[in-house]
């Protein structure tokens, strides 16, 4: 079992759907949560970051952390053509930010 | 835009051949982390430098190696080329070792032929 799986998709929505983004993980030691977002040919663009469990909101973007089921979410509202991207979530115990272990990764499309 | 700039964007080199790729960051962002994305799949861990001193190393053998500098630079060296090295290599910055999150480069595309 890997420390972090992700469904790698892909996921094809209309443009205006909501957006659900899962992960789950096995290392009950992940202290820091972390969503990027990585269009073609370009380096991942932190979206999220959160610490322990609950929720942060940032404009569309929801991200949920459920450490007791070891399960992570990323919510898109109102989804557009431009969020189609490929979306990583990752997580660290802390003490070494460096060290992210990461999914492999969903790639959405959003279609007009 | 996350001020950290990657060179090359591209590579190709042969099998046993040796590569060097480089990484500068913004000011102030004392730590820097590189991560080895294959096609497909998410970015793995490669090492971290914090104050041009490593701090901590991922399940990579020691032909990949690596320097930061004082200006905030930084560099990835990879002796005697595998094919299975072919990848995006990507460099990331913080501005210390625990608390804050990591910005990314857009990444050197490594070939390896």
């Known amino acids: 079992q890997k420390e972090v799986e992700q469904d790698p998709g892909p996921l094809s929505v209309p443009e205006g759907a909501i957006v659900s983004l899962n992960c789950t993980y096995s290392?009950?030691?992940?202290?820091?949560f972390m969503w990027y977002r990585q269009y073609s040919r370009k380096g991942p663009e932190l979206l999220m970051y959160?610490?322990?469990?609950g929720n942060k909101e940032d404009g569309r973007f929801t991200a949920q952390v459920d450490k007791s089921s070891k399960y992570i979410s990323l919510f898109i509202r109102d989804s557009q053509p431009s969020d189609s991207a490929t979306y990583l979530c990752?997580?660290?115990?802390?003490?070494?930010?460096?060290?992210?272990?990461f999914g492999k990764g969903t790639k959405l499309s959003v279609k007009p | 835009e996350t001020g950290v700039t990657q060179s090359p964007t591209h590579l190709i080199k042969t099998r046993g051949q040796q590569v060097t790729l480089r990484c500068s960051s913004q000011?102030?962002?004392?730590?820097v982390s590189w991560y080895q994305q294959a096609l497909g799949q998410g970015p793995q861990f490669i090492f971290q430098?914090?104050?041009?001193?490593?701090?901590g190393r991922g399940n990579f053998p020691p032909r990949f190696s690596g320097l930061q500098f004082p200006n905030y630079s930084s560099e990835l060296n990879v002796n005697a080329l595998e094919l299975d090295d072919s990848a995006l290599y990507l460099c990331?910055?913080?501005?210390?070792?625990?608390?804050?999150?990591?910005?990314f480069g857009n990444g050197t595309r490594l070939t390896v032929t």
């Open positions: 990331a910055s913080s501005t210390d070792r625990y608390n804050s999150p990591l910005h």
């Open positions: 290392n009950s030691a992940f202290q820091y």
């Open positions: 959160t610490y322990s469990s």
């Open positions: 990752a997580m660290s115990e802390g003490g070494s930010q460096g060290n992210l272990i």
């Open positions: 000011s102030g962002h004392n730590t």
């Open positions: 430098y914090y104050r041009e001193e490593e701090n």
